[in-house]
C-alpha cells in the first residue's frame, strides 16, 4: 500500500504516471504520516549530493512523474519505507534520510523472511 498526504487528483496522477498498481491510503492530516516519525527538511531534501544525483538521473534521460505546480504539497517531506505484516506489526523501518534513500530488496525480504521464519517456528513450538 502506499500512503500519501496529497490530493485525490495528485494521488490519481501519480498511480497513472508511475503504474503504481498497489492501492493508495490518502492521509490529509499526516497522521499516519507522523506516527512513523516521519517529518520535512529543506536542508535534507536540497543537500547538494542529493540534487547532484537527481541531475545525472536526468541526464541519463530518466523519467520523473510530471506534476502540475499546482498539485505540489510539502516538496521537503521525508518519506520512508516500511514493511508491516497482516496484524500491522512493523518488520522494517526505514525512515529516508533524503529523498534518494531507500531500503535495498534485500534487506525488505530480509525482514519478510524473518518474520515468516519466526512465526513458522512459533506454530511449531505450539504443537503438542
Not at 13 to 27: H, K, P, S, V
Not at 45 to 70: I, N, T
Not at 100 to 114: G, H, N, T, W, Y
Request: charged share 25%; aromatic share 10%.
Amino acid at each position: 500500500m502506499v500512503v500519501s498526504f496529497g490530493s485525490v487528483e495528485g494521488a490519481q496522477l501519480w498511480l497513472e504516471q508511475t503504474g503504481c498498481t498497489f492501492e493508495m491510503l490518502l492521509d490529509s492530516q499526516k497522521k499516519v504520516y507522523r506516527s512513523f516519525g516521519l517529518g520535512s527538511s529543506f536542508s535534507k531534501v536540497l543537500k547538494f549530493g542529493c540534487l547532484m544525483q537527481l541531475s545525472e538521473f536526468s541526464a541519463a534521460d530518466r523519467d520523473f512523474p510530471d506534476f502540475p505546480h499546482r498539485l505540489l504539497e510539502d516538496i521537503y517531506q521525508l518519506g520512508g519505507d516500511f514493511l508491516l505484516d497482516e496484524t500491522g506489526k512493523v518488520l522494517l523501518s526505514h525512515p529516508s534520510k533524503n529523498p534518494l534513500d531507500r531500503p535495498s530488496l534485500k534487506d525488505v525480504l530480509q525482514a519478510a523472511e524473518d518474520d515468516y521464519t519466526s512465526s513458522y517456528e512459533d506454530k511449531n513450538e505450539q504443537k503438542p
